[in-house]
């Protein structure tokens, strides 16, 4: 873990708490709302300890997609039968390898009804389907693909879309937030805000018996009766914790509220916690889907490395790994036919007649590019990728004039405006707190740490290698739901 020390307080030492719950949460992102809801509709006194200045956390800012399916109303009303076990099925391989097995499991038998958790808490989904390629539709379309009809995951499980998507357009994280935040406070949970969680209290018998905070520069401890949930978020804000765990975001954008800093997991840690998959993380490439799948992605050296019509975060991940620069590109026709509302205003940055002249420009290994896309247009004429497998639909010859796009000057898609230059690569991390799948925090030995719960992304949860979009507000919600109830009943 980091260097930087951080100590449990004994409960001995603490000659009075300030406050008193039966579950103290700490951190108000959708983890910590599911936790505090589920706690307090079982009857527990909660408190939720925020350190910003009001609920939200990184959950806000996300785009709002939450994976679900198995058989939502929203999927029937599509057109689309699933089940759990192809949602399984694709899970597993999409997030995988080393996807939580036991944990996915469960997630995916009891996704539907944690879709009517969502509607019973307020949110609404539109019984509408977005077919077309997006990072975050631009519409208020209930549902979208996220990667199922793409090789090789088409050839896994029957291709059904999962990514639903509450009532609002392009993002949706503040809504889902509102909605959570507000049935949690009307369960009878509290909010201290600006409280900043420092470590936690143990009793002697080495269970955690509360927390010591800060407020305003102000030292209080807060009393746990029956259990603290850590839902306090990733370590993508933490420098010295992306080294020793995640380096390969190191020099990277970050995707969070600039307070993931990973201090649950730290205070954790300092019990003996034991960690897991600390090393995954999700990555987002700033290129427009509807882009990359109407031409190709190259690296540096001029060559392809995936199929482009692959949910983006899995080109991302993928980008990561291929030397930088990465570019898109695509010839007059192909950018001619993005819709205006799918190109979020990116103009190209280089254009040419020649495909040697764009080597040229783009400092290409001489011959690489012109290479690449003769050996894609010989099988797009035919109508086939044997290289990577994209699906005909977006196979077409690319010819003269050519364009390429640097995602590395991104684009925003709150205002379409272009945003500053950069990597072209922004992410967050998913390993965490080895948890059960309910939330109970176990140590190195294996053993259940009494009084210590965790949910979200302080915790590792359904992920291996991979990621989908809506997994985290979708996982963290699931067992941040099941968190709540256990350590109500602790």
């Not at 100590?7 to 030492?13: A, R």
């Not at 010819?399 to 379409?416: H, I, S, T, Y």
């Amino acid at each position: 873990m980091s260097p930087r020390p951080v100590h449990p307080v004994p409960l001995s030492q603490v000659g009075a708490f300030d406050h008193e719950a039966d579950v103290l949460v700490v951190g108000f992102g959708c983890a910590g709302a599911a936790a505090a809801f589920e706690a307090a509709s079982a009857g527990a006194d909660v408190i939720v300890l925020e350190r910003a200045g009001g609920p939200g956390g990184s959950s806000a800012m996300s785009g709002g997609e939450l994976y679900l399916g198995g058989g939502t109303r929203v999927q029937r009303a599509c057109g689309f039968d699933d089940t759990p076990d192809e949602m399984f099925a694709y899970l597993e391989a999409a997030l995988g390898p080393h996807a939580d097995a036991e944990k996915l499991r469960l997630y995916c038998d009891e996704s539907v009804e944690h879709f009517e958790w969502f509607c019973a808490r307020g949110l609404a989904f539109e019984e509408s389907m977005y077919d077309a390629p997006s990072w975050m539709p631009p519409t208020r379309d209930g549902l979208m693909w996220l990667g199922e009809n793409a090789w090789p995951y088409n050839t896994i499980a029957r291709p059904v879309p999962r990514g639903h998507r509450p009532a609002a357009e392009n993002f949706g994280g503040w809504l889902i937030m509102e909605r959570l935040a507000s049935a949690a406070h009307e369960a009878g949970a509290r909010t201290h805000a600006d409280t900043l969680a420092t470590a936690l209290v143990v009793d002697e018998s080495g269970r955690v018996a509360g927390v010591a905070a800060t407020n305003y520069g102000k030292t209080v401890h807060y009393r746990a009766r029956r259990g603290v949930v850590l839902t306090t978020g990733g370590f993508v804000d933490d420098e010295e914790m992306l080294a020793d765990h995640a380096p390969v975001l190191l020099g990277h954008g970050k995707v969070s509220d600039g307070l993931d800093d990973g201090s649950g997991i730290r205070m954790a840690a300092a019990l003996g916690a034991a960690t897991r998959r600390m090393a995954q993380v999700e990555a987002a490439l700033t290129a427009l889907p509807a882009m990359v799948c109407r031409g190709m992605l190259v690296n540096a050296r001029g060559q392809r490395f995936i199929n482009e019509d692959v949910y983006p975060g899995m080109f991302s991940h993928a980008a990561l790994h291929h030397p930088a620069p990465w570019w898109v590109i695509i010839d007059e026709e192909g950018y001619d036919a993005i819709p205006e509302r799918d190109l979020w205003g990116v103009r190209p940055q280089h254009v040419a007649e020649t495909l040697a002249e764009l080597e040229e420009e783009l400092g290409m290994p001489a011959g690489a590019l012109e290479t690449t896309v003769a050996t894609y247009n010989r099988h797009a004429i035919e109508g086939d990728d044997p290289h990577f497998h994209k699906n005909p639909a977006w196979l077409r010859e690319l010819k003269p004039p050519f364009a390429a796009v640097n995602p590395a000057l991104g684009f925003n898609p709150g205002d379409g405006e272009a945003a500053p230059p950069g990597t072209g690569i922004a992410g967050f991390t998913l390993g965490g707190l080895h948890t059960t799948v309910d939330g109970v925090v176990l140590d190195v030995s294996g053993n259940p740490i009494a009084g210590l719960f965790a949910a979200g992304r302080a915790s590792s949860g359904i992920h291996g290698g991979g990621y989908v979009s809506g997994t985290s507000l979708g996982d963290g919600t699931f067992f941040g739901r099941r968190a709540g109830r256990a350590a109500a009943r602790a």
